[in-house]
Every structure is written in structure tokens, then in C-alpha cells.
């Protein structure tokens, strides 16, 4: 299995434009989890979903984040627009989900690094 | 205060030594606890769940303490291979995982 993977890996951008990360998790996981990671904050979760439906949005900062889930094999995660405190690291995880072993492990894609100037 | 924490270090330590982390977390009806590493520049991986009774695996050595809601990691006999963050991580409720700030470890050579 490839593991999660995160496009793109690197993301400059000016303030005001509009940002998509994307990533696909492993396949036949049920859940998949947003996360961003700044030095000053650590890894915050943003939002995740269960079966393509977000379950949990509480993390997501304003409106101009949104993510979506359109199928079982894809995730965007958009900013809208982008401010200089955007600038982190984006990961996008998945796990099994329940009736499994490792349910409760979470599976890491790369991450994408974005700045915004 | 926030919901989990953890001393930042960093923790230097010479090759062979023993070291320890510690973890407090704030909410006390908090269901799962787990071990994260990070190594520069790289996402987090899981390096063990903490059971109630306390768990090893190899070097690594993990306790839970409820009451006072503390969790620990010990590892034995240190590597340079060790160098790494270390997240500790809280389930809540549902999926909802809270990380750590994380703790940095250099092992010497």
C-alpha cells in the first residue's frame, strides 16, 4: 500500500489567493482527520470524517477554511483566502475505524508545507 | 492550561542511557493514550498504544496512571536512531485525538 498521500508537497502562495490540498487515504479506511502543525501551536486537528461525512468540524479556525470529502478516495482541504498565519504544515491522516485491530492508529501522509508571503 | 502536556526538552542524552517522559493530560474521562514519534521534518508515527497495566516493547516502556492522569515513556539503552520528537497523544471521545506539544530528544554518540 502507498500510505496516505499528500499533493502537493510544498505550497508558496501570496496572501489573498485561494489554496487546495489534497489527499488520498488509505484505501478501505473509514475515517480521515485534517491536521495542521505550527511551531507555536503544535498539531492541531482541523476537522475529520467517517465515511465521507465530516463528523467533527470544531478545529477548523474561520469560514475561509473548508474541506471536503467527495468520495472514499479523496479529500481537499481549501483556504480562501490565504493570510500569512495560514503558513504550516497540513497532514492528512486516516485510520481503520472501529471492528478492526488497530482502529485507533492513525496512518500520516507526508504532509504539505504551505507559505504564504 | 492546556489539554495535553509535556516537558519540550529537549532531552540530551549520551548513547546506552536511559530517559524518561512525562505527560499530563486535563480531562479526566479521556479513553485512549497513545505514543507518537516525529522525526524531523516528517509526519508523526505511531510508536505504541499505553495500556492500563503498562506495556513494553523492547526498549520502550509505557505507564498510565489515571488518578492522576499522567502517562510516562521510557527508553532503554538509547540510539542514535532515538533522536526524535515525541508526541503524546489523548482520545476523548469518538476519533477526536488531542497531541501533545511533543518532547525533543538528541541521543550523543
Known amino acids: 500500500d502507498a500510505g496516505v498521500i499528500q499533493s502537493p508537497r510544498h505550497e508558496v502562495t501570496e496572501m489573498g489567493q485561494e489554496v487546495t490540498l489534497r489527499c488520498k487515504p488509505i484505501?478501505?479506511?473509514?475515517?480521515l482527520f485534517w491536521y495542521r502543525q505550527t511551531m507555536m501551536r503544535g498539531l492541531e486537528l482541523l476537522i475529520y470524517f467517517n465515511n465521507n461525512v465530516p463528523i467533527d468540524d470544531s478545529g477548523m479556525p474561520e469560514d475561509r477554511f473548508s474541506a471536503k470529502m467527495p468520495n472514499a478516495s479523496f479529500s481537499t482541504l481549501k483556504i480562501q483566502p490565504s493570510e500569512p498565519r495560514d503558513s504550516a504544515v497540513y497532514f492528512c491522516?486516516?485510520?481503520?475505524?472501529?471492528?478492526?485491530?488497530?482502529?485507533?492508529?492513525?496512518?500520516f501522509g507526508p504532509g504539505t508545507r504551505l507559505t504564504v508571503l | 492550561r492546556k489539554e495535553v502536556e509535556q516537558d519540550p526538552g529537549p532531552f540530551n542524552v549520551p548513547e546506552g542511557a536511559t530517559v524518561a517522559f512525562n505527560c499530563t493530560y486535563s480531562n479526566s474521562a479521556s479513553q485512549s493514550f497513545f505514543w507518537y514519534r516525529q522525526d524531523c521534518r516528517k509526519e508523526p508515527k505511531l510508536l505504541m498504544s499505553?495500556?492500563?497495566s503498562g506495556n513494553e516493547d523492547g526498549r520502550f516502556t509505557a505507564q498510565l496512571n489515571r488518578a492522576s492522569q499522567y502517562i510516562s515513556l521510557l527508553i532503554r539503552d538509547s540510539k542514535l536512531s532515538d533522536s526524535a520528537t515525541y508526541l503524546c497523544?489523548?482520545?476523548?471521545?469518538?476519533?477526536?485525538?488531542?497531541f501533545g506539544p511533543g518532547t525533543r530528544l538528541s541521543v550523543l554518540p
Open positions: 499505553v495500556y492500563s
Open positions: 484505501s478501505g479506511h473509514d475515517y
Open positions: 497523544v489523548v482520545n476523548n471521545y469518538g476519533q477526536n485525538f488531542v
Open positions: 491522516a486516516s485510520s481503520p475505524g472501529w471492528g478492526r485491530a488497530t482502529y485507533n492508529e492513525q496512518f
